[in-house]
């Protein structure tokens, strides 16, 4: 999976949590609910140092591994 594919679900996965969603996340990064509503849909990337959060708050893990390996 590519870089962009990788963010294109996660965004998909942000747009189908359940109304509220985006203001409690929003609250707990400290940014303003404009932020994360802009990067879900494409207008941005996130800032590296909100990417754990996120994919915490819709239960998803990065799991990297070397080309070529399983």
């Not at 969603?21 to 990067?39: C, D, N, P």
Request: no cysteine; glycine share 8%.
């Amino acid at each position: 999976m590519k870089v962009e594919e990788f963010w294109a679900a996660v965004r998909e996965t942000m747009r189908t949590q359940p109304r509220g969603y985006q203001t409690q996340l929003a609250e707990q990064l400290g940014v303003e609910k404009s932020y994360i509503s802009r990067f879900i849909q494409g207008k941005h990337d996130l800032a590296p140092k909100y990417h754990q959060a996120v994919l915490d708050s819709i239960g998803l893990e990065l799991d990297l591994k070397t080309k070529g390996k399983a």
